[in-house]
């Protein structure tokens, strides 16, 4: 059975507010796609239709450009979304490192944050208790960890959201490349965090510009372009359709993807 199954998936996301003629000119020109329903309602097409399997221990790399639904795809995975239409399922616990502020009560203090994100992502309260100080000290927030996090500069919040994410142990990995991680120092730690939750998940989806990093940590790859499933296979095969993507599309000749 897959750890990861996404079968015939679509993700319309509605845009409210937004009803002047000149953006909805605006969103049929871009690439991801746009609606209009009878009710007058604007939503973006996200992914259309889109179907893959991870089993265990596949890697499977994102790939496409801005808006081609990557981050939405990592966010259905997560349950952050539910898909309009089609089937996500995933099997095991899961990692996520999407967005810095995922979860946080910004009137709430550090300790409080990482109880209340923990429990989010359906750790046991006893769990995190036995988890808190080490996560206080990957933090090194010290005393701040006292005062509310809408206190904390978006370093700090980094800090403090990746560590929680970072205690799971997950036998699913979900990984944007967009995720930061602060300074020079921190971010030394981090990448060694994460190379370890690499190493011992299940199964890695990871949204990514950069075919090395692609190569690097995965075998399997998801060509995404305006919402749909161009390509699915060995990651050389999928960076192959890739480039025969841009070249028919015309794109600038700047490289589609960085190295």
Do not use: W
């Not at 897959?2 to 319309?12: A, E, K, Q």
């Not at 996500?88 to 616990?93: F, T």
């Not at 203090?109 to 994100?117: D, L, S």
């Not at 005393?143 to 370093?155: H, Q």
């Amino acid at each position: 059975m897959p750890i990861i199954d996404v079968r015939n998936v679509s993700m319309n996301i509605p845009v409210y507010g937004m009803h002047s003629r000149s953006f909805r000119q605006v969103l049929f020109r871009r690439h991801t796609g746009g609606a209009i329903l009878e009710d007058g309602t604007i939503f973006v097409k996200a992914l259309v239709d889109v179907s893959f399997s991870a089993e265990k221990g596949e890697r499977v790399a994102l790939i496409g450009h801005n808006g081609a639904g990557k981050t939405t795809m990592l966010r259905l995975l997560a349950g952050v979304y539910a898909p309009t239409s089609g089937e996500v399922a995933v099997q095991g616990r899961i990692s996520a490192l999407l967005n810095i502020g995922l979860g946080m009560d910004l009137e709430a203090n550090g300790y409080e944050n990482i109880m209340h994100v923990g429990l989010m992502l359906r750790m046991t309260a006893d769990e995190i208790k036995s988890k808190m100080d080490e996560i206080a000290e990957f933090t090194e927030l010290g005393d701040y960890l006292n005062l509310p996090v809408r206190t904390y500069s978006s370093g700090m919040q980094l800090r403090l959201s990746f560590a929680i994410v970072t205690s799971i142990k997950p036998e699913v990995l979900l990984l944007d490349e967009g995720f930061g991680t602060g300074d020079a120092r921190f971010t030394t730690r981090a990448q060694k965090r994460v190379n370890v939750l690499i190493e011992s998940s299940h199964a890695l989806v990871l949204a990514t510009h950069s075919e090395d990093l692609a190569k690097q940590f995965c075998n399997r790859g998801l060509l995404l372009n305006e919402g749909c499933a161009v390509a699915f296979g060995p990651i050389n095969e999928v960076f192959e359709t890739y480039r025969e993507l841009v070249a028919r599309e015309g794109r600038s000749a700047a490289a589609p993807f960085e190295k």
